[in-house]
DNA sequence: TTCCTTGCCGAAACCGGTTTCGTACCCAAG
DNA sequence: CTTGGGTACGAAACCGGTTTCGGCAAGGAA
């Protein structure tokens, strides 16, 4: 057992082909072996064929760090989680874990992360990470007004993409879900019930999507004739407990709305809260739309209308983009946006 | 500007200091100098001090990539996130993976993670990472009793650290919470309040914390005199959904029990809507006592009771462990446990 | 036929480290 | 004064790839 042990680690150690075995096999020298493989122009058609079927055949893999030291590319995508984010990211954590992972290895790349208490060591994560050569780009999310990530990175000359669009687009590759044309269609939608007057609870503002949200409301407001009362507008909510502090500031106006859409469904969660404290009832007394899509809005009654983000595939498409930009392709052709899908359920109706 | 660029770029490329730039700065050869960095005895004590210097003056940072095709070791943690878990593990799933990080990044090692959709495709994704050599060892959350990927990485002669225990501990190290202290706790103090039926809702049994809590539930139970009732135990909820449902089966039966242990917190949750559904009142007419600590037990009333586990502890504990044992320690010396920690706050009372 | 391309591949340097091996030097013992 | 054994370092191979450069042979133009 000891020695089928040894044998089996040595074997496996022994048998890792190199680019040396497959080039011996084939009496070709290595460096035949490697432009073949890689594309170069001055290998034969023949022989590139040749070469692909004995490496696949031998089960030729070339090890990233051996072709990094070279190259200078490691494969590998860099992310960094920022602790202070936790509790905003904590709900789709996971699946966008899950879809930049598959958008990585779907190309033979990995991912790589790095978790950060405060937004001090976040900045001095990444310089490490970039000094290291930890990574061959970043995918930063959560992207921010003015964001100090993209100013590094910039300044650095690394590759990088943004979950979320960015002002100053120089350099900047993204993917982003269009937050604020499902903001319009919350509204129109509750124009279409009845509604006339809508209050709006905004996510954090220190990101870009607060922004733009915040345009997409007051664009439908605007549309539908509504009179903006600054008494309905609130912002900087993302979790359940500001949405419920928020939720009691607007419900305690009068006239208070009889609807609310809330940019993030954490902040929709607190609406349900403070509605109940209330003694008012979702989808009767107030109706609520939201926007993410977490697990949690199918859980509580009645179940929350949102406009459903897939996390998972926005990771892949992030992941996929992070590629490119690395492989040198120019930003302006990496850039993506795509529409939240609406989950149509029971926290609207008409005016009560 | 793109002058600025470039040779800001051309800069930090031709700054990076090589371990040849140290050695030519001190008029030593390359060899000494790694021999000096990395503590060989033949290098004496005043070079080596030399060396060490003047290589933290210029700042030389070795690359891992370039250590690793000779050393073979990348100096990264590989974790593989198996999507089925992803409801279960969601709630710690961004603390776990900052600890991990932490524990990493200290000694100057790096996290690699891959997500597996499903069960079969872990497997897969595990034989990758290991072909590639994209990780020197694994961390292996939610242990199973018959845990495929030891048996995988076991026969790899792979290193890898558990967290939870295992049966057979044959080259395995590991960290872990001990549950099933939790849980004997858990009944002692609800056995003080007066409580004499008590249910227990358990986990997920292909896991090996599923049969510890059992056996903790058990033998307070045992020790306290009290009976066993199997209409008052249910297993394999994990979910707010399936702790709700065993719930509910458990409180039909008559008698009831005054008190329900829950293994984790989520099932906890649900017993907390069964309960509500019931008209029974949390803390008064029905104790609950849970485990894990999730953020979301503090927002519900009354808060819930329960053993908090410090993921973000664990997380850094392992990747330590794991790091010594990639450097070749014995596994014997790398198990280590902790307690969970009582927060005892409303959902516990005299029984009714 | 000669010369010049062009296509295709080999030879060797290179990337940034680590590790093996050889050896000069110093000191003490014979 | 030679000899033997450490000590401390240099030289060079090595890890597994990539990339530059040069050259041979075939084919076309002069």
Chains 1, 2 share one sequence.
């Not at 607190?270 to 939201?290: E, F, K, P």
Request: with cysteine.
């Amino acid at each position: 057992m000891s020695i089928d042990a040894d044998q089996m680690k040595a074997g496996s150690q022994r048998l890792r082909v190199t680019i040396s075995d497959v080039s011996e096999a084939l009496g070709l020298t290595k460096s035949t072996v490697s432009r073949a493989l890689n594309g170069y122009a001055d290998i034969s058609e023949s022989t590139r064929l040749r070469v692909r079927r004995a490496a696949d055949k031998m089960g030729y893999r070339p090890l990233s760090h051996a072709q990094a030291i070279r190259t200078g590319r490691t494969k590998s995508l860099g992310l960094v989680i920022q602790m202070a984010d936790h509790d905003a990211q904590r709900p789709f954590l996971a699946e966008f874990l899950s879809g930049l992972s598959q958008g990585a290895s779907e190309e033979g790349w990995t991912l790589t992360i790095a978790a950060s208490d405060s937004p001090e060591t976040t900045f001095e994560t990444f310089r490490t990470m970039i000094a290291d050569r930890k990574a061959d780009g970043f995918i930063l999310p959560r992207t921010m007004s003015d964001d100090p990530r993209v100013k590094l990175l910039r300044a650095s000359g690394i590759p990088f993409v943004l979950f979320g669009r960015c002002e100053d687009p120089a350099g900047c590759a993204w993917y982003d879900v269009l937050g604020e044309d499902a903001m319009q269609d919350a509204v129109r939608h509750l124009v279409a019930l009845g509604h006339r007057r809508i209050g709006f609870i905004n996510g954090g503002m220190q990101y870009t999507y607060g922004h733009l949200r915040r345009e997409g409301f007051l664009t439908a407001m605007a549309e539908a004739g509504l009179k903006i009362e600054p008494e309905h507008m609130r912002e900087n909510a993302v979790t359940i407990r500001d949405g419920e502090g928020r939720a009691h500031e607007i419900l305690g106006s009068s006239p208070a709305p009889t609807a609310i859409v809330c940019a993030v469904d954490m902040a929709a969660l607190g609406v349900y809260r403070a509605a109940a404290a209330r003694g008012l009832q979702i989808g009767r007394d107030l109706s609520v739309i939201s926007y993410d899509g977490i697990q949690d809005g199918a859980h509580v009654t009645p179940q929350l209308t949102t406009y459903s983000v897939d996390y998972t595939h926005s990771g892949r498409r992030l992941s996929a983009l992070l590629i490119r930009r690395v492989m040198g392709e120019p930003v302006e052709t990496l850039r993506e946006t795509a529409q939240a899908r609406f989950l149509n359920r029971g926290s609207t109706g008409p005016p009560a």
